[in-house]
């Protein structure tokens, strides 16, 4: 066990190295490039890109704004210097570089989607609203559209409008397994049955789609189909073993059928995965206290408290081991 620990270490290590070496000879490569040849914008925008990747943002706004120096209206190059401005809290700044985008471009369906889905992160509906409309007057059957409509609607409480955009997406677009599985959701909500087969339909086209396997899973958890849930759970972790919520919510239903051994092990996998989930060192401390190992769920719950101080439901865990 030690020596396959120190061997995966090693592995990390190296490949980590290795990573380094190529971003490192990749970058090298395109300083030399511009030294060559300054007045070649694509190489600032190629550099930018990696300093945005390293979360480097300063200097890859440095890298865009020389690059616009060179090329100022090139559409592209506009989206790059948005994303690295919305990655760097800089949102406004990100709205008024697509803005100018639009200006030279209006009738470009994807600068004004980009400017729309970020006046959507900033909650401005109305803004959204106008550009998704502008979008649809250019392209009515644009499901991209469709979509953040219909994700706007949802913000707002407005179910009903969602539901008649993500139903138009798949009458559009049968094969969208995203726009089945938002709509199972929302139908699920409201209380109809036929969520499921939405879930079914997202399934069916996806066979790795997590979302539309985790949807069906807890539509049948929450209609009492407890047994089936938890194997869908189990197909997911086939799928992708990291997927955390699908340890939590396994973990949750073998606690209400009293299976504390089992829960106690998907909540341990769910804090491996993730070290600061407050709600898996919860349940990994109640179910510890479940099995009598008082020491454990202290030590748990009292992470968890570290985690989420103002929490009144992990200090009254805490509370009940004293």
Sequence with gaps: ????????????????????????T???????????????????VRRAAIHRDSANYGDAISDMAQAMRLDSVNEQYHHLLSDIYL????????INTLERAAMLYPESTVTLLKLAEVQLILKQYDRTSALLRQVLTLEPQ???????????????????????????IVELDSENAE?????????????DP???????????????????WHSKAYYLQNHGRIPEAIEIYKQI???????????LNRGVLYLEMDSVSAASMCFNQLITIDTLSVIGFYYAGIAAQQEDDLERAKEYLTHALKLDPASPRIQAALEELK
């Excluded at 972790?237 to 340890?247: E, N, P, R, T, V």
């Design 179 to 191: 726009a089945w599985t938002m709509l199972g959701n929302l139908l699920d909500e409201k209380g």
């Design 87 to 94: 990655r760097s809290a800089k949102s406004q700044f990100a």
């Design 194 to 212: 036929k969520a499921l087969q939405c879930f079914e339909n997202a399934i069916e086209i996806n066979p790795n789609y997590i979302q539309g």
């Design 26 to 44: 990749i970058l090298d490569s395109i300083n030399e490039a511009i030294k060559k040849n300054p007045g070649n914008p694509e190489n600032f």
């Design 1 to 24: 066990m030690i020596l396959l620990v120190l061997l995966e270490t090693s592995c990390s290590q190296q490949d980590r190295n290795s990573g380094e070496m190529i971003g490192t």
């Design 142 to 168: 644009n499901t991209e559209a469709l979509f953040l409509l219909g994700v706007m609607y949802q913000e707002q409480g407005n179910l009903d409008r969602a539901i008649q955009s993500y139903q138009t």
């Design 237 to 247: 972790h086939q799928i992708d073993s990291s997927y955390g919520d699908a340890w």
